[in-house]
């Protein structure tokens, strides 16, 4: 896929992965949505980007009539949709049964809802409209969806239960999606990625932040927001990439804590 002159959407777009791959994305000639719950952070990107290229929708990815009204206005918006970005995400830190009980269900709910949910809620609406555009090259193709899993679907470490599972569906459900859509010209993929260094990672005592880079195999160092804007973009140009989960963690194993 030539990126230049595509729509893309881009959840948990305002921040962190998501603003990394947004800027990428424009970089290439796409027109870009963003879909977050942080309206000032979103209205700095496209102060930064330009109004022409790139736009806002606050929504809660879980939200059935949110997402899809949202999908329907980025159409109406821009034209078409190409390619779809899934980052939107949360987490906590619970075990399943500990010293203050087990795990409230409704916490465990909510990451599964937001991770898991809100990603298969975005992915079948984004198919929906991709399903209209013409074939945008000599395969047929119509567009890309790219959803984001992590290490901790694989290596989930202690207390991260909710976070591994919700992961884990989003690994598990690639490839049946790439089969689904197949027909359709759409292609599904997934980036698994290890400690990217994000914002939240400024809050760490300096001791912590050196033990983490180290557990890393190489290269020694936490991975940058750019590496994965950066494959998101060979997903979308690499016409061939279809149903794979590809790991972009510097060959980390995570240990149980």
């Not at 952070?41 to 930064?48: D, H, K, M, T």
């Not at 619970?94 to 809802?113: A, E, H």
């Not at 973009?233 to 510097?250: Q, S, T």
Request: with cysteine.
């Amino acid at each position: 896929m030539d990126i230049a002159g595509k729509v893309a959407i881009v959840t948990g777009g305002a921040s962190g992965l998501g603003r990394a791959t947004v800027e990428a994305y424009v970089a290439k000639g796409a027109r870009v949505a963003i879909f977050d719950m942080n309206e000032a952070n979103a209205n700095e990107v496209i102060a930064e980007l330009g109004e022409d290229k790139v736009a806002f929708w606050q929504v809660n990815v879980a939200d059935e009539d949110v997402v899809k009204a949202a999908v329907e206005g980025v159409v109406e918006k821009f034209g078409a949709l190409h390619i779809c970005n899934n980052y939107a995400g949360i987490g906590n830190a619970c075990k399943t049964y500990g010293k203050n009980g087990v795990f409230p269900l409704d916490q465990y709910m909510l990451v599964i809802n937001i991770n898991l949910v809100g990603t298969f809620n975005v992915s079948r609406y984004a198919a929906e409209q991709m399903a209209n555009n013409d074939p945008i090259n000599s395969d047929g193709g119509r567009g890309v969806i790219i959803n984001t899993a992590s290490v901790a679907a694989y290596e989930g470490q202690v207390g991260q239960v909710a976070y591994s599972a919700s992961k884990g569906g989003v690994v598990g459900m690639t490839l049946p999606m790439a089969r689904d859509l197949a027909s359709y010209g759409i292609r599904v993929n997934t980036i698994v990625p290890g400690l990217i260094h994000t914002p939240l990672f400024e809050s760490l005592p300096e001791k912590a932040y050196q033990s983490l880079e180290a557990s890393v195999c190489y290269p020694s160092r936490l991975g940058k927001p750019q590496e994965i804007a950066h494959l998101s973009v060979f997903i979308a140009e690499n016409d061939y990439v279809n149903g794979e989960c590809i790991r972009l963690d510097g060959a980390i194993r995570m240990q149980p804590r």
